[in-house]
């Protein structure tokens, strides 16, 4: 079936520093992958995504390529900012059901000044 | 973008209530889900609907309905509720590959 591991939270670093935040999936096919981000007290919203091998999405300094050969869709940031303080799910959408989407466990990053 | 409103951001209710938590867009989207979201398990399916009156089971359906009478409705149900029901709950409307989301409910039942 489809799946998308994140690694385990929280990730804790300093302002400046930078982030790596890991996602791996299981799907058949080419699924579209997308990053979420959900700042406290607030629903999801779409950061980035791609919708095939090998794109790039990016958005608000955030980066993430589409690896098919490992299945992954790591988030990379080179400085953190304090207000990027929130809870990072990676998610994809199957090739058959394109208004789905099946969400990792969600990374939570604290940024400190 | 679509705005999604949830009704209440946070809810107490007792066991064996049934409770209601609604979901509103401001558009004309087919697509509209409901999710739950725990620590450590990310975002849950519950159900989804595709259009008035049309629905399908996501992956926990278990303890819930749904009802989709309007367009922009979307309502979760929870028949009576019980304690392992307290999580926060999120809906979302998808018009393509992009999903907006509401701000939540967090629902405790104790």
């Known amino acids: 079936g489809n799946s998308v591991t994140q690694m385990e939270g929280p990730v804790t670093l300093s302002e400046e520093a930078f982030l790596t935040i890991n996602c791996t999936y299981t799907?058949?096919?080419?699924?579209?992958l997308f990053w979420y981000v959900q700042y406290p007290g607030e629903g999801l919203q779409l950061l980035l995504k791609?919708?095939?091998?090998?794109d790039k999405g990016s958005n608000k300094g955030f980066e993430a390529t589409y690896r098919k050969e490992t299945t992954s869709f790591h988030l990379e940031k080179g400085s953190v900012q304090v207000s990027d303080s929130a809870v990072y799910f990676c998610?994809?959408?199957?090739?058959?059901?394109?208004?789905?989407?099946?969400f990792g466990s969600g990374t939570r990053l604290l940024v400190r000044p | 973008d679509v705005k999604v409103t949830q009704s209440s951001r946070y809810l107490v209710k007792r066991t064996g209530e049934k409770v209601f938590l609604e979901c509103v867009q401001d558009?004309?989207?087919?697509?509209m889900f409901w999710y739950r979201q725990d620590p450590g398990l990310g975002l849950r399916l519950i159900y989804f609907?595709?259009?008035?009156?049309?629905?399908e089971k996501g992956d926990i359906p278990e303890g819930y309905s749904v009802s989709r009478e309007k367009k922009e409705r979307f309502s979760l149900i929870l028949e009576s509720a019980s304690t392992n029901q307290t999580s926060m709950y999120l809906c979302?409307?998808?018009?393509?590959?992009?999903?907006?989301f509401g701000q939540g409910t967090r629902l405790t039942v104790v």
């Open positions: 979302a409307v998808a018009p393509g590959y992009r999903a907006f």
């Open positions: 609907s595709y259009d008035v009156k049309m629905k």
């Open positions: 799907a058949t096919g080419y699924p579209s």
């Open positions: 791609a919708t095939k091998a090998d």
């Open positions: 998610a994809l959408s199957p090739m058959d059901s394109s208004y789905k989407l099946i």
């Open positions: 558009m004309d989207h087919e697509n």
